[in-house]
């Protein structure tokens, strides 16, 4: 691992032939359950007689339909003025208009440093213009003249209004022709910085939201071990004196990131400016892809991350050769405001109200509206649907239903590569109790299937690429998950759910104030709690003893290192301590690293590095999700006291860490798994 990493996170699943020890990972952050009604409002008094309209000038453009008003940059395609209701201007003013509301990717030539790439238009052009709806578009094509200074890139920047509608959409198109310069993207997204003083109270849940600190807030404040997170040392609030501020403890799952934003809480008439995603088919690395939100940067910032290497590291950078041709359409997303005059006692009026357009705008997916040929309606899609069912002959010997099965279509690979694509499109769905699953609105094109089910270790693909045609309605039938099995359990630790959430999860050091919100959240988003290991264990590692710990008390939820002075860290060795009997010296059983000798010079098993996503620091309960299977010969064990020793190698600094999923260990087998 390089320097400046910061952390690692790793799942792992550990097998023993015979026996087997299995360690997966992932998380389940709800970050936008559900209740409330829909916000009544009175904006009929807004909307003008002849609906949407336009006005084009030589250095700006303004959308308007009565409700929000809209300028940008002309032919740049830049946010620079929001308005809703009659409102000032929503966007942070004491910026300048290059750094209020904008797309931006980061990229690199292969080896080089990284650049910032606001992906400005050089021309700019009426789609359509009439009075239900004005679609806009900034294009900018690449040329090898620009060198460096910009990605290379064909740009389609649109903007669409529609009647009646109190928000507006963003989608873009990127393109890449054959021929052209290698690079990497390592991010791409969509940034909002709202007034600073208007703005200061975010929501993402119903549980996950909270007053927020100022900008001015973190630099009269701490920088702690990396530069997002900050002790808050003399806030303009003093209920956050204490406290930390870091953008990352606001991360969401994929799956879960379906709308956030900020509530201009102390205002007469609060409003609301909300970030809705109404799809995932666009963002990179599948359902459990974590990213930011919203977080208090220069402004309010809100964001709509589509492309990142967060919690997962460079293998979701997009890397392109020379030779690759590749076109994406990124979005449409929706901008949406609201307001309400009790929303100062009652923000949650607000946030109500933004989760009911929140689905509003899902079940409309895909839109009829934009007018780019390369974003395809419903009746250029097709579906696929079927039954799940897992066969694990240890559970039951005949096969039973995919409850709550993640099912999705990704581009073609291995099982498990979806977690790692970035340049296609993916389409998951959660199955019903019975493991029935339909996915529609798909993409045409060719797709594996994959699947992974809740407490079960290991992940489905289907033995067959599935091609998807326009209109066509694809049922399969026999969809059976064999998960990984040698043989039957004879212990278990942990869940096996992808997350490290079910662990011993400490309080933040008392040094630190308790990162607060609405209500009781998931613990782990704290900071610092790597380092209360060595506040638990001083001196001795984990020693966890099947029968009598409990991995809900005694498995701590990441392996890491231990300080033993400024800058020097240590590895440490944890130990699972079993008893057998009638040990089969001729079978084969399965685990992983060292077996009944800690000072063996070449351990049984070694994963090697992985990870490489900084999921700990980053206030993360996992990233990616590895499985091994390691198989072990009955002569490595022996009657009685048997013991597993863990270790996490790596020691050069606080974030060399690894977070276990779910750990078993099974009897004798004829085989070893592969």
């Given at each position: 691992?390089g320097?400046?990493?910061?952390?690692?996170?790793?799942?792992?699943?550990?097998?023993?032939?015979?026996?087997?020890l299995?360690?997966?990972?992932?998380?389940?952050i709800?970050?936008?359950?559900?209740?409330?009604?829909?916000?009544?409002?009175?904006?009929?008094?807004?909307?003008?007689a002849?609906?949407?309209?336009?006005?084009?000038?030589?250095?700006?453009?303004?959308?308007n339909?009565?409700i929000?008003?809209?300028?940008?940059?002309?032919?740049?395609?830049?946010?620079?003025?929001?308005?809703?209701?009659?409102?000032?201007?929503?966007?942070?003013?004491?910026?300048?208009e290059?750094?209020?509301?904008?797309?931006?990717?980061?990229?690199?030539?292969?080896?080089?440093?990284?650049?910032?790439?606001?992906?400005?238009?050089?021309?700019?052009?009426?789609?359509?213009?009439?009075i239900?709806?004005?679609e806009?578009?900034?294009?900018?094509?690449?040329?090898?003249?620009?060198?460096?200074?910009?990605?290379?890139?064909?740009?389609?920047k649109?903007?669409v209004?529609?009647?009646?509608s109190?928000?507006?959409?963003?989608y873009?198109?990127?393109?890449?022709?054959?021929?052209?310069?290698?690079?990497?993207?390592?991010?791409?997204?969509?940034?909002?910085?709202?007034?600073?003083?208007?703005?200061?109270?975010?929501?993402?849940?119903?549980?996950?939201?909270r007053?927020?600190p100022?900008?001015?807030?973190?630099?009269?404040?701490?920088?702690l071990?990396?530069?997002?997170?900050?002790?808050?040392?003399?806030?303009?609030?003093?209920?956050?004196?204490?406290?930390?501020?870091?953008?990352?403890?606001?991360?969401?799952?994929?799956?879960?990131?379906?709308?956030?934003?900020w509530?201009?809480?102390?205002?007469?008439?609060?409003?609301?400016?909300?970030?809705?995603?109404?799809?995932?088919?666009?963002?990179?690395?599948?359902?459990?892809?974590?990213?930011?939100?919203?977080?208090?940067?220069?402004?309010?910032?809100?964001?709509?991350?589509?492309?990142?290497t967060?919690?997962?590291?460079?293998?979701?950078a997009?890397k392109?050769?020379?030779?690759?041709?590749?076109?994406k359409?990124?979005?449409?997303?929706?901008?949406?405001?609201?307001?309400?005059?009790?929303?100062?006692?009652?923000?949650?009026?607000?946030?109500?109200?933004?989760?009911?357009r929140?689905?509003?705008?899902?079940?409309?997916?895909?839109y009829?509206?934009?007018?780019s040929?390369?974003?395809?309606?419903?009746?250029?899609?097709?579906?696929?649907?079927?039954?799940?069912?897992?066969h694990?002959?240890?559970?039951?010997?005949?096969?039973?239903?995919?409850?709550?099965?993640?099912?999705?279509?990704?581009?073609?690979?291995?099982?498990?590569?979806?977690?790692?694509?970035?340049?296609?499109?993916?389409?998951?769905?959660?199955?019903?109790?019975?493991?029935?699953?339909?996915?529609?609105?798909?993409?045409?094109?060719?797709?594996?299937?994959?699947?992974?089910?809740?407490?079960?270790?290991?992940?489905?693909?289907?033995a067959?690429?599935?091609?998807?045609?326009?209109?066509?309605?694809?049922?399969?039938r026999?969809?059976?998950f064999?998960?990984?099995?040698?043989?039957?359990?004879?212990?278990?630790?942990?869940?096996a759910?992808?997350?490290?959430?079910?662990?011993?999860?400490?309080?933040?050091?008392?040094?630190?104030?308790?990162?607060?919100?609405?209500n009781?959240?998931?613990?782990?988003?704290?900071?610092?709690?790597?380092?209360?290991?060595?506040?638990?264990?001083?001196?001795?590692?984990?020693?966890?003893?099947i029968?009598?710990?409990?991995?809900?008390?005694?498995?701590?939820?990441?392996h890491?290192?231990?300080?033993v002075?400024?800058?020097?860290?240590?590895?440490?060795?944890?130990?699972?301590?079993?008893?057998?009997?009638?040990?089969?010296?001729?079978?084969?059983?399965?685990?992983?690293?060292?077996?009944?000798?800690?000072?063996?010079?070449?351990?049984?098993?070694?994963?090697?590095?992985?990870?490489?996503?900084?999921?700990v620091?980053?206030?993360?309960?996992?990233?990616?999700?590895?499985l091994?299977?390691?198989?072990?010969?009955?002569?490595?064990?022996?009657?009685?006291s048997?013991?597993?020793?863990?270790?996490?190698?790596?020691?050069?600094?606080?974030?060399?860490?690894?977070?276990?999923?779910?750990?078993?260990?099974?009897?004798?087998?004829?085989?070893?798994?592969?």
């Open positions: 691992m320097k400046g990493e910061v952390g690692r996170w790793q799942k792992l699943i550990v097998w023993c032939l015979g026996m087997e299995a360690l997966p990972f992932f998380s389940l709800n970050c936008s359950p559900l209740h409330g009604r829909a916000l009544e409002e009175n904006i009929q008094g807004f909307l003008p002849n609906g949407v309209q336009l006005l084009q000038q030589k250095q700006q453009v303004v959308m339909n009565g929000v008003s809209l300028n940008l940059t002309n032919p740049g395609g830049l946010v620079t003025d929001i308005r809703y209701k009659g409102s000032d201007n929503l966007l942070e003013t004491q910026n300048g290059d750094n209020r509301g904008y797309w931006d990717v980061t990229w690199n030539k292969p080896g080089g440093k990284d650049n910032l790439d606001k992906l400005l238009g050089t021309s700019y052009k009426v789609i359509v213009q009439n239900d709806q004005i806009i578009s900034f294009i900018s094509t690449w040329d090898v003249k620009v060198g460096n200074a910009k990605a290379p890139l064909n740009v389609d649109r903007f209004m529609l009647r009646d109190p928000g507006f959409y963003m873009t198109v990127l393109e890449r022709l054959k021929g052209w310069p290698a690079f990497d993207i390592q991010e791409g997204r969509i940034v909002f910085k709202l007034q600073e003083n208007k703005f200061h109270f975010m929501a993402m849940s119903d549980k996950r939201q007053i927020m100022m900008p001015s807030d973190r630099e009269t404040g701490s920088v071990e990396y530069r997002e997170a900050v002790l808050l040392t003399n806030p303009t609030n003093p209920t956050l004196k204490g406290e930390v501020d870091d953008k990352y403890l606001y991360s969401c799952d994929n799956k879960d990131n379906k709308v956030h934003g509530i201009s809480i102390n205002d007469p008439v609060p409003i609301g400016v909300w970030m809705i995603t109404p799809s995932n088919e666009f963002r990179t690395g599948g359902p459990l892809k974590q990213d930011l939100t919203s977080h208090v940067g220069i402004g309010a910032a809100m964001l709509s991350m589509f492309i990142s967060h919690y997962a590291g460079e293998d979701l997009l392109f050769q020379s030779d690759e041709y590749w076109k359409v990124f979005g449409p997303v929706y901008v949406y405001f609201n307001s309400h005059v009790r929303g100062k006692k009652h923000p949650s009026l607000l946030w109500n109200d933004a989760k009911q929140m689905l509003k705008e899902t079940t409309s997916w895909p009829n509206f934009p007018l040929k390369d974003f395809l309606k419903s009746n250029q899609r097709g579906a696929v649907s079927g039954q799940l069912l897992v694990d002959w240890f559970i039951n010997k005949n096969p039973l239903a995919g409850a709550s099965a993640y099912v999705g279509l990704a581009p073609p690979g291995a099982a498990r590569s979806w977690q790692t694509e970035s340049k296609g499109y993916q389409f998951w769905r959660q199955a019903d109790p019975k493991g029935n699953f339909v996915i529609n609105n798909v993409v045409p094109g060719t797709y594996s299937l994959f699947a992974w089910v809740p407490g079960t270790i290991g992940d489905y693909k289907h067959s690429d599935i091609t998807i045609k326009p209109g066509s309605n694809i049922k399969l026999n969809v059976v064999e998960p990984p099995r040698a043989g039957p359990t004879l212990w278990e630790i942990g869940i759910d992808r997350t490290a959430a079910e662990f011993f999860i400490p309080d933040p050091s008392p040094s630190i104030k308790i990162h607060q919100y609405k009781t959240v998931d613990k782990f988003r704290q900071y610092g709690l790597w380092a209360r290991y060595k506040d638990l264990y001083p001196n001795n590692d984990l020693v966890y003893t029968g009598r710990s409990d991995y809900r008390k005694d498995w701590f939820f990441a890491v290192t231990r300080k002075g400024t800058g020097v860290f240590e590895s440490t060795t944890w130990q699972i301590k079993f008893d057998l009997k009638n040990v089969n010296k001729g079978a084969p059983y399965t685990l992983q690293v060292r077996f009944n000798d800690p000072n063996l010079v070449v351990p049984d098993f070694r994963t090697g590095q992985i990870g490489k996503d900084n999921a620091a980053r206030h993360g309960i996992h990233g990616l999700y590895y091994y299977s390691i198989c072990i010969t009955g002569s490595r064990l022996v009657n009685g048997n013991t597993i020793f863990l270790t996490q190698a790596r020691n050069t600094g606080p974030f060399r860490e690894i977070m276990y999923d779910y750990l078993r260990f099974e009897g004798p087998s004829p085989t070893c798994p592969r």
